[in-house]
């Protein structure tokens, strides 16, 4: 049988939160399959990282140690995936869809001649009956993701061509612990044999990461804009009202697109997913690929003109109104009964 | 500096922020030809920084390389009226159904046809499916380093160029020899507008497809004939070469299985409107509920 494999970001010593979400997303795949999960990790001094990956229930894991491989620069990564999956044969890979894995794992896909399904949201495992070649396909990957407009689910399924692979989202699945003791069998890659001088043509120069200090994901509440809030200067009550709550400002992707807010705060599919206590949505329709972001809040807000917008159907309070009416007296009214 | 070539690679996309309900065909696929189309937006910050670097090196030649249907010939004139040297479009019937896969196949057998670049810029991502593939794909094809979400060009040395990346969490500069291609971000400059001169030059500009339609006018035609730089070349798949299986659907290993339209589990919702009793009365239930407070 072959296995279910996870490409794992790490840096500083430290396994990257979506890796541990697709590792947790991987086993469940694997236990379904009845297969092995194996995972591989790229980076520099990475001495102890088993420890981090083994209790997601990891049976092989692949370990490159060498400077060079961090900070991550593509053709080095690419040229030991495209190794390790050659030798491997696993039957599904699975990425992170962060800057790292959506360099990465295209290119991976190109060298492998196979699928890769961006962004899903659900990954299962099912069976697919090809009525030309009269063929019965089972224990396939189905990698699901909103698609196009936004009013429909796509089930991507890729029988023919393997590895399948797919990218998740961060936040999107969520990390659970399989078995704290896990024995994983760490198997250690020779990058000198595999990867070439060639490889490291490319050059960092300089690099400035830092944190944003924009926490969506650990926001207990979050008051988010759409389009409909109708420029940068009205998201102020947005940005007042979050504060008083002690929340996070998030924004659909018609806000961002329209350059009310920035990037980071983008809620949904292409942004980030989050699961707040409350999540007030003002001028937010709801398009597919937003709720995709939002909809395990324990409570939504939805504060909108239009009767018809999908995202009413989800929340528990719709307040039928203007924005810009609402927002100032939720303050006020949170102000006087707040003690 | 030496003059570059520069090929952009643009897309035309159906305006994802203004789709009606026939906008897909019951098999899952996309209906086109019910959809207003647009410049896919990262692909116009991608001509952007290209015209800039002819900008600083005049000499360089910038083309512009489409795939799709004959009305993506709109993609090559909105090229031409901005700076583009020159434009081609990829058009068969034949590569209809291409996942990122095909797609890129398509493309680079395409880029070879053109010859020797030191240059590819495209996109980051296509509105139309958000998938930022494309770019990376090609660049393996072309066994070519690949620098992705670009934001600025910072320096062009003989056969080096030097760029900023814009990460989740910051930035990088790096360095890369030439060739390579380059996946451009939105926050890289807009794209300049058109230029009065350059559209009064190219706007009969056609493909032979649209100068054979029905209703074609006769003054086109023989504009065509005096002034061949109008008339934009179509490829098929014959004329770069294609195997037919790596191309179109045949090429395409994702399928789609299924499409549900999403039927929402309607909650019991309480309905208010925006008077101040409403709101208050739904402040003290939160606060009662500990949600708030």
Known sequence: MKNVFVYCEVENQKVAEISQELLSAGKKLATKLECKLEAMVFGKELNNIDKQIAPYGVDILYIADDDRLEPYRTLPHAALAEHLLKKEDPQIVLFGATSVGRDLAPRIASVLNCGLTADCTILDIGDHFDKKEKKEYTGLLYAMRPAFGGSIMANIINWDMHPQMATVREGVMKKEIFDANYKTEVRKVEVNDIVKEEDFVVKIIERHIEDSGVNLKEAPIIVAGGYGIGSRENFQHLVDLAELLGGEVGGSRAAVDAGFIDHDRQIGQTGTTVRPKLYIAAGISGAIQHRAGMQEASMIISINNDPEAPINKIADYVIHGDCGEVLPKMIKYYKKNAK | ?293
């Open chain 2, 1 to 293: 500096m030496r003059a570059l070539k520069i090929v952009v690679l643009a897309k035309q996309v159906p305006d994802t922020r203004h789709v009606g309900p026939d906008a897909m065909r019951p098999d899952g696929t996309v209906n086109r030809p019910k959809l207003q189309t647009v410049f896919n937006p990262d692909d116009l910050h991608a001509l952007e920084l290209a015209l800039h670097i002819k900008d600083q090196i005049p000499e360089t030649k910038v083309t512009v390389l489409t795939m799709g249907p004959k009305r993506a010939a709109d993609i090559i004139r909105e090229g031409y009226y901005r700076g583009a040297d020159y434009g081609v479009m990829i058009s068969d019937k034949r590569f209809g159904g291409a996942d990122t896969l095909a797609t890129s196949y398509t493309l680079v057998k395409a880029i070879q046809k053109l010859g020797d670049f030191d240059l590819i810029l495209g996109g980051r991502q296509a509105i139309d499916g958000d998938t930022a593939q494309v770019g990376p794909q090609c660049a393996d094809k072309l066994k070519i380093p690949q620098i992705t979400y670009v934001d600025q060009i910072v320096e062009i040395k003989d056969d080096e160029i030097i760029a900023r990346r814009r990460l989740e969490k910051g930035v990088e500069t790096v360095s890369s020899p030439m060739p390579c291609l380059m996946t451009v971000h939105g926050s890289a400059p807009a794209c300049r507008s058109r230029h009065a001169k350059r559209v009064m030059k190219y706007k009969y500009a056609r493909t032979s497809t649209e100068l054979n339609s029905k209703g074609t006018e006769d003054f086109l035609i023989d504009l065509h004939k005096k002034r061949s730089y109008l008339t934009i070349p179509e490829w098929s798949v014959e004329d770069i070469g294609a195997e037919m299986e790596k191309i179109g659907l045949s090429g395409s290993p994702t399928k789609v299985k299924s499409v549900e339209s999403i039927v929402l589990t309607a909650k019991e919702s309480k309905q208010l409107s925006e008077d101040d009793a409403d709101i208050e009365m739904m402040i003290q239930e939160l606060i009662e509920k500990h949600t708030i407070g």
